[in-house]
């Protein structure tokens, strides 16, 4: 199955350099370009694309509103939004993970982290960049205001001990096989754990059921190693 792909980015050059990498691919297909968030919305509502590949800083609307205003129709539940910015470490990030998005990426990753990504969002697995996600979420949502709470706790009690225990590795930033392997259960066996969390949480994917973790304080953050830096 071909996975259908929305470009948003103000910059018509690398739109087109993107296109044609991705249209290079057997699975993948560009459907659509915006040059800004507004118009990311309108092409997503009309195209329903699996995947938008969307820039944050963007004139009018930036990526930041548009990744909200997506992710918060019902009727558009099933595109996830892969954010490419030029520094990873921006608070806009943050909030485009609040708002929904499925993960980041640096804009200098090589043509295949690119694809690779497009298709892990269109799955809904995993987090993309996780050393680097994981130290965004512990800069910028460990601490939310209250009423910016994603799940009330009530919806976090629904899950089971082993729930939560999935989800908290997931949250940690280990992938599947890494859960199993520490729990020792099977991959199979994880994933379903990761599926039952994410329908009681009400979370689009994984990268928001790691979100609604951080955010609901279910998983508390981890400070950075002393002397530790990100190369991600």
Do not use: W
Not at 76 to 87: M, N, W, Y
Not at 162 to 190: C, F, K, M, W, Y
């Amino acid at each position: 199955m071909t996975i259908r792909v929305l470009l948003a980015d103000d910059q018509a050059l690398l739109r087109a350099t993107f296109r044609i990498l991705i249209d290079s691919t057997d699975d993948l297909t560009v459907i659509a370009e915006a040059a800004d968030g507004r118009e990311a919305v309108e092409l997503t509502e009309a195209h329903r694309p699996d995947v938008v590949v969307m820039d944050l800083r963007m004139p009018d609307t930036d990526g930041v509103a548009a990744t909200a205003e997506i992710c918060s129709r019902t009727e558009l539940t099933d595109t996830h939004i892969l954010v490419l910015t030029t520094f990873e470490n921006d608070e806009n990030v943050a909030k485009a993970l609040r708002a929904g998005a499925s993960g980041f990426l640096g804009k200098g990753v090589s043509p295949d982290v690119l694809l690779s990504a497009i298709r892990t969002v269109a799955a809904g697995e995993a987090l993309l960049s996780p050393h680097a996600t994981r130290a965004l979420i512990t800069r910028f949502l460990a601490t939310p205001a209250t009423d910016d709470l994603l799940v009330l706790p009530d919806a976090v009690k629904a899950l089971t001990d082993r729930e939560r225990e999935v989800v908290t590795l997931a949250a940690h930033g280990r992938s599947n096989t890494q859960i199993a392997d520490h729990l020792v259960l099977s991959p199979l066996t994880v994933r379903s754990h990761i599926q039952r969390a994410m329908t009681k949480l009400h979370a689009r994917d994984r990268a928001q059921l790691v979100v609604i973790a951080y955010q609901s304080g279910l998983v508390k953050p981890q400070p950075p190693a002393a002397g530790a830096t990100d190369t991600h």
